[in-house]
Nanobody
Framework: QVQLVESGGGLVQAGGSLRLSCAVS????????MGWFRQAPGKEREFVAW????????HCSDSVKGRFTISRDNAKNTVYLQMNSLKPEDTAVYYC???????????????WGQGTQVTVSS
């Protein structure tokens, strides 16, 4: 079993930055690719970014490319999402997931965290 706990969410003004963390415990962290998703009120869950198990490959969705960066520290069993130049439309609950990359824009999560709220004010 794998447990994921997100942290780092909060309220920030447009143009600001936040760094989300996802601490993973349980089965071997570095055997999983990791992903970040988000879900805004009334909208479907949206893929944000994934990173390979080694950290050598990553991909962000077009909506956040150039502003968000995903990274991981396998020694700390933690994956991060650095979010810069935040916009009000980035407001959502952000979830991390442990799983596998399915396509360049696809990620299948086997385990999920409980989510952390990010609110960007205009």
């Amino acid at each position: 079993q794998v447990q994921l706990v997100e942290s780092g969410g909060g309220l920030v003004q447009a143009g600001g930055s936040l760094r989300l963390s996802c601490a993973v415990s349980g089965r071997s962290f570095n055997s999983y690719a990791m992903g970040w998703f988000r879900q805004a009120p009334g909208k479907e869950r949206e893929f944000v970014a994934w990173i390979s198990w080694s950290g050598s490959t990553s991909h962000c969705s077009d909506s956040v490319k150039g502003r968000f960066t995903i990274s991981r520290d396998n020694a700390k069993n933690t994956v991060y999402l650095q979010m810069n130049s935040l916009k009000p439309e980035d407001t959502a609950v952000y979830y991390c997931a442990a799983g596998r990359v399915t396509t360049w824009q696809g990620f299948a999560g086997d385990y999920w965290g409980q989510g952390t709220q990010v609110t960007v004010s205009s």
